[in-house]
């Protein structure tokens, strides 16, 4: 099993959670992170630390999200590595909860 990073971080893009994973399996876009699945161990550290609450235990992806199971894997494999925090988008807490944000997804 794996976690999942879902609609929530796009345009956000907070860090928080690269800084906590003990195998680096996160990887970054230019307004969305995402994780390998491959490399996750489901340790579970991730997930509280997001503090929008994007990241999900792919058992427990909301009701309409379950594509980003599959984006994660898709982009993870052409993304680079992240395993330092930075600043998140400057405009972060104006898109917190925002819905249908994929089509805002930068490739």
Not at 5 to 18: A, L, R, W
Not at 38 to 45: F, K, N, T, V
Request: proline share 7%.
């Amino acid at each position: 099993m794996t976690f999942v990073v879902g609609e929530n971080c796009i345009k956000c893009k907070h860090t928080d959670c690269v800084e906590v994973c003990p195998v680096d399996c996160f990887y970054e876009g230019p307004n969305f992170l995402v994780i390998h699945p491959d490399e996750c161990i489901d340790c579970a550290l991730c997930e509280p630390e997001c503090p929008v609450d994007a990241i999900f235990s792919e058992d427990e992806l909301p009701d309409g999200q379950e594509a980003f199971l599959d984006l994660n894997g898709e982009l993870a494999e052409v993304w680079p590595n992240i395993t330092e925090k930075k600043d998140a988008l400057p405009d972060a807490e104006k898109w917190d909860g925002v819905e249908g944000k994929l089509q805002y997804l930068e490739r």
